[in-house]
């Protein structure tokens, strides 16, 4: 995500990158720019090549992060608004 977005809600999907047919996703989610109300929820990220998420540049109390399961990594923490 880029341009400054808001709110956006991402939950209850299967965010999965397929490198034996070409992909190269690096996250199932990566926000560039801050996000007026980010949540990320219930999602099962797999075989991303980085990770499940990269959400550096959203401001911790506009992210509601909770129950994804990343099946390379294994559990995240999960975040809400502070």
Known sequence: MTGHPGPVIVT???I???PEVG????YA???????EGL???NNVCGRNVTGCLNVGAVT???LTYS???DTTTGPP??????
Request: a neutral charge.
């Open 29 to 35: 989610l990566e926000a560039q720019s801050d996000v």
């Open 60 to 62: 911790a109390s506009k």
């Open 67 to 69: 129950g994804n399961v």
């Open 16 to 18: 999965t990158n397929f």
């Open 23 to 26: 992909g190269n996703q690096k």
């Open 39 to 41: 949540t990320f929820s």
């Open 12 to 14: 209850g999907n299967q």
């Open 77 to 82: 923490a999960s975040f809400f608004p502070g």
